[in-house]
């Protein structure tokens, strides 16, 4: 399984930007499937996740602020980030849990004025 990411960029703070994790199989019956950041220095986190019956989780420091939803029939799934901040700024990696993990390259989000 391919995960292909894209859609990071520069922002500035209180912008949006939305990511896309587009898989090469399809995602109806996945598990789960979700975005995680590194930032420089920091240990990786978990943003967001959704599971195959549309459940989502979100990390404390993105509620109210991103959204993860997901279109079965493009196979893909989005991080619509808003009112980005500065600490947001990372590497996001969209992963795909069909029992086996799959991992997409990451892409550099950077918030800054």
């Known amino acids: 399984v391919q995960l292909q990411a894209s859609g990071g960029g520069l922002v500035q703070p209180g912008g949006s930007l939305r990511l896309d994790c587009v898989a090469s199989?399809?995602?109806?019956?996945?598990?789960?499937m979700g975005w995680y950041r590194q930032a420089p220095g920091k240990q990786r986190e978990l943003v967001a996740a959704i599971t195959s019956g549309g459940n989502t989780d979100y990390a404390d420091s993105v509620k109210g602020r991103f959204t993860i939803s997901r279109d079965n029939a493009k196979n893909t799934v989005y991080l619509q980030m808003n009112s980005l901040k500065p600490e947001d700024t990372a590497v996001y990696s969209c992963?795909?849990?069909?029992?086996?993990?799959?991992w997409g390259q990451g892409t550099q989000v950077t918030v800054s004025s």
């Open positions: 992963y795909a849990n069909y029992g086996l993990l799959y």
């Open positions: 199989r399809s995602i109806f019956s996945i598990n789960n």
